[in-house]
């Protein structure tokens, strides 16, 4: 438009001829003339507007670039988004994990010498064991324990933290040699927490009588070897079904505890019922004729223990139980074979222990009538930290010392005794507290007793619990 | 031995046993009770509604207020722990390894659930992981 008017201009003013102009009135002269002047200031308006237009339209191109480069940008993330991306690996909280697998356990380490024999490495103990959880309320535990012993033997030194093993143990293999290797199962158990209050368990459950055979492994135990009468008197395990659990009294900590269970209790060693044929640790379960396997005599044993805790204040406590089983040994059922225990542990401050359990057995019997077995054991353990004395080494020492005994037997009937095997053993010793873990002790042990198996002792021992 | 003899000796034992339980939870209250009035924490009242210590203080112009504290996961632990073994550090151990652990003990030690959960809380809160 703004040309076309340029032109129109141009045109008018070529196009009249110079003999015309001066044909031209003064009106129209003037008329022409403010035309002329008009158009020159559209034409100015029509520059102006140009060059805005020409502005506008570099800022639109400077936009359009600035568009596009934008867009560039995008479609370069969106492509490079679109490539697969390995995911950071964030750690989960393992307390949210449902199931969880682990090991536990001890080892132990044993020098000895006893009286006539020389001083020898005796024992080594691997003793873990493995814990699986699935879920909050379902555990399944069973401890293993694998002995290489010393076969010049050490009477007298029942090594073996594992309670299952039978009586006997304090027996030497006299004039051995080598080693040997032995690998039992402790237990081997299914927990599963029914309630607050009741957990059932079952499988090769260790037993409740007294509280020694459930928490006697090596590193808890301070004395590198078990009280004669727990050894000889009760078995250690039993395969059968457990209800226990405890019931606070109160709420300042008092609780009773309690364990009820049927297991498959001890046995005979040739299926008689002679006295000298009952098999404590056996278990009255084997092979029948038919190749299935059954108790021998149909009734398996029951038994319980009924326990309370009693704290007076921080590492003061009382805890006092008592606990029995009973149940038909020999196979034809004619006998049962009875244990009662009563157990106690006073801890009294952080730095003195006092625990004990007194222990009697008594079983029927074809050739000997009703026998009678007992013993007890005590032991107190003073940690020297007690003192106050800030020095490092006394106070990582605990000085330990034990008395037990043990009756072998008695004939109710003809009023002898059995076995005539009577045992008193005072224990004297120390546990070196490397770390709380890791245990040096040691201790001397001087017998009284009618068995000739039985003879003083010196022991060492580094055990680990882990 | 007669069996006369072994019948005095087999009643004479269990109750010499019972003797000295008796005798240690009195050396136990006796001791406990020697402790200085407002130093001592006392876990032996049942009348609380929750797990507590109470200690009381005497003051010759007021009477006797009782504070009371709860028991805490950590002395739970530590009473616990040292029925059967040293203390272990929380540390040794993650929150799930814990968890399974406190499960095992739980059942072995027959300690009650509620107890059983605060000790828990108290050793996966300091666990190392």
Not at chain 1, 219 to 230: G, M, Q, R, T
Request: with cysteine.
């Amino acid at each position: 438009m703004t040309l076309g008017l340029v032109a129109a201009g141009c045109a008018i003013g070529t196009a009249v001829p110079t003999h015309v102009s001066a044909a031209v009135s003064d009106a129209d002269f003037e008329t022409l003339k403010e035309q002329v002047q008009q158009m020159s200031g559209e034409l100015q308006s029509l520059k102006q507007t140009n060059q805005l237009d020409q502005q506008t339209i570099q800022q639109l191109q400077q936009q359009l670039g600035e568009t596009q480069t934008l867009a560039t940008n995008a479609v370069q993330k969106a492509e490079a988004a679109a490539q697969p991306q390995p995911l950071p690996r964030v750690p989960i909280d393992e307390a949210t994990v449902n199931h969880n697998f682990q090991i536990l356990g001890d080892a132990e380490f044993q020098f000895s010498k006893a009286n006539g024999q020389n001083a020898a490495f005796s024992l080594a103990d691997f003793a873990p064991i493995f814990l699986y959880r699935g879920g909050d309320n379902v555990l399944f535990e069973a401890g293993f324990d694998f002995i290489l012993q010393n076969n010049g033997g050490t009477p007298g030194t029942s090594t073996d933290s594992n309670p299952a093993n039978p009586p006997g143990d304090t027996t030497p293999t006299a004039n051995g040699t080598g080693y040997t290797t032995t690998i039992n199962l402790s237990f081997a158990q299914l927990d599963y927490v029914m309630s607050d209050y009741v957990t059932l368990c079952v499988g090769d459950l260790l037993l409740p009588l007294g509280t020694y055979s459930e928490r006697s492994a090596g590193w808890l135990n301070k004395f590198p070897d078990n009280p004669l009468a727990v050894d000889a008197l009760i078995p250690g395990t039993g395969i059968g079904a457990e209800l226990r659990g405890a019931i606070p009294v109160g709420d300042s900590g008092k609780f009773i505890n309690y364990a009820v269970y049927g297991v498959n209790g001890p046995g005979s060693a040739d299926g008689t019922g002679n006295a000298a044929q009952l098999d404590i640790a056996g278990g009255n379960v084997g092979f029948t004729s038919n190749g299935g396997m059954a108790n021998l005599h149909g009734k398996p044993d029951g038994g319980g223990r009924l326990g309370i805790f009693l704290p007076f204040k921080p590492h003061c406590d009382l805890e006092l139980g008592i606990s029995a089983q009973s149940g038909e040994w020999d196979n034809a059922g004619n006998h049962l074979w009875t244990a009662g225990v009563f157990d106690a542990a006073l801890h009294l401050g952080s730095s003195l222990e006092i625990k004990g359990e007194y222990i009697q057995t008594q079983y029927g019997s074809d050739d000997l009538g009703a026998v009678r077995q007992q013993g007890w054991w005590i032991q107190a353990g003073y940690k020297l930290a007690g003192l106050n004395l800030e020095l490092p080494v006394i106070n990582n020492v605990e000085l330990v010392g034990r008395f037990d005994s043990l009756q072998n037997g008695y004939d109710s009937v003809n009023g002898n005794n059995l076995f005539d095997f009577n045992t008193r053993r005072y224990s004297a010793g120390y546990i070196y507290y490397i770390t709380t873990a890791l245990l040096f002790e040691g201790d001397y042990e001087f017998l009284n007793s009618n068995d000739p198996s039985q003879v003083n002792q010196f022991i060492l021992q580094l055990s680990y619990g882990f | 031995m007669n069996k006369p003899k072994q019948l005095k000796t087999l009643i004479r034992t269990p109750l010499a046993l019972v003797i000295a339980a008796m005798a240690m939870g009195a050396l136990a209250s006796a001791l406990y009770s020697a402790e200085p009035a407002g130093t001592a924490p006392d876990i032996g009242s049942a009348s609380s509604q929750t797990n507590s210590i109470e200690s009381v203080t005497n003051s010759p112009d007021a009477k006797p207020v009782v504070a009371k504290t709860e028991i805490s996961g950590a002395e739970l632990y530590s009473m616990h722990c040292n029925r059967c073994h040293p203390e272990r550090y929380p540390t040794e151990r993650t929150a799930a390894q814990w968890k399974t652990i406190m499960l095992h003990m739980q059942v072995r030690a027959n300690i009650p659930a509620g107890q059983a959960r605060q000790i828990l809380k108290y050793l996966q809160d300091n666990s190392g992981r």
